[in-house]
C-alpha cells in the first residue's frame, strides 16, 4: 500500500476550473493505477476517473467526461484532476485512490490505498 494526501480543493464559481493533485509515498509509484472518487453530502462515494499504470490509458465517469484531466508525474509521485468547466453538481469532497498493478477499474472495491480527501465547493 501507499500513503495518499490530497490537496487543491477549494471554493470556485460554477464555470470555474481547479487542480487536484495527490502525493503518494513509496519507490513503486509508477506500478500503481490511480483513481480519483468523490462524494457529496448523503450520497454514495461514485469513481470520477482513473489513470492506468504502464501505458497510461484513462478512463472517466460520463458526468465529468470532457471537462475533467487525470494526469500523473511518476517523477514527483503524483497524480493530478484538472476540473474544467466546474458545475455545482461537482461538489464534494474528493478523493485519491491507488491500486498496484490495477486494471483502471471505476470500482471502489478495487483500490486498496486512500487519501482523505479533499473539499471542492462549486457554487457562486
Known amino acids: 500500500q501507499v500513503q495518499l494526501v490530497e490537496s487543491g480543493g477549494g471554493l470556485v464559481q460554477p464555470g470555474g476550473s481547479l487542480r487536484l493533485s495527490c502525493a503518494a509515498s513509496?519507490?513503486?509509484?509508477?506500478?500503481?493505477?490511480m483513481g480519483w472518487f468523490r462524494q457529496a453530502p448523503g450520497k454514495e462515494r461514485e469513481f470520477v476517473a482513473a489513470l492506468r499504470w504502464g501505458g497510461g490509458s484513462t478512463v472517466y465517469a460520463d458526468s465529468v467526461k470532457g471537462r475533467f484531466t487525470i494526469s500523473r508525474d511518476n517523477a514527483k509521485n503524483t497524480v493530478y484532476l484538472q476540473m474544467n468547466s466546474l458545475k455545482p453538481e461537482d461538489t464534494a469532497v474528493y478523493y485519491c485512490?491507488?491500486?498496484?498493478?490495477?486494471?483502471?477499474?471505476?470500482?471502489?472495491?478495487?483500490?486498496?490505498?486512500w487519501g482523505h480527501g479533499t473539499q471542492v465547493t462549486v457554487s457562486s
Open positions: 513509496g519507490r513503486t509509484f509508477r506500478s500503481y493505477t
Open positions: 485512490a491507488a491500486e498496484r498493478y490495477g486494471l483502471g477499474s471505476g470500482s471502489i472495491e478495487s483500490y486498496d490505498s
